[in-house]
């Protein structure tokens, strides 16, 4: 059972980690090159095809590792714009980054524990 000073304690270091959040989505968080592996990017569903696609290559730090990962993405053509990026703690893995656009595409970016990253479409 999670006692007060537990649950605070747990609040206070998502507190800490997501102010850096938007850092660690855009990358400034990596160290200088090191040797990492190239995690598996695992898609976790399609984009919708409402309209022409373009794919766009996002850099992000996994949390985890400290590497950074290209992830391959497809967003419409009209996504015109750097996207809004927020970043959160989550219960299994290692947190997520969210990416959305004005024109209400969005993608998340999940990071787990073994250093791959699950990509999933909104």
């Not at 609040?11 to 855009?26: D, K, N």
């Not at 980054?97 to 004005?102: A, D, I, K, M, V």
Request: with cysteine; net charge positive; charged share 10%.
């Amino acid at each position: 059972m999670l006692t007060v000073r537990s649950l605070i304690g747990i609040v206070a270091i998502g507190v800490a980690l997501c102010a850096s959040g938007p850092a660690l989505a855009r990358g400034d968080c990596c160290p200088p090159p090191q040797p990492c592996c190239q995690p598996c990017v695992i898609y976790l569903n399609s984009p919708c095809s409402c309209c022409e696609m373009v794919t766009q290559v996002l850099e992000v730090c996994h949390p985890c590792t400290g590497c950074k990962v290209s992830v391959p993405i497809c967003i419409p053509k009209c996504c015109t714009g750097e996207p809004c990026v927020s970043c959160r703690n989550t219960l299994f893995g290692c947190g997520m980054s969210t990416y959305e656009w004005c024109c209400g595409h969005g993608v998340k970016i999940r990071y787990t524990k073994c250093g791959d990253v699950k990509v999933g479409y909104f």
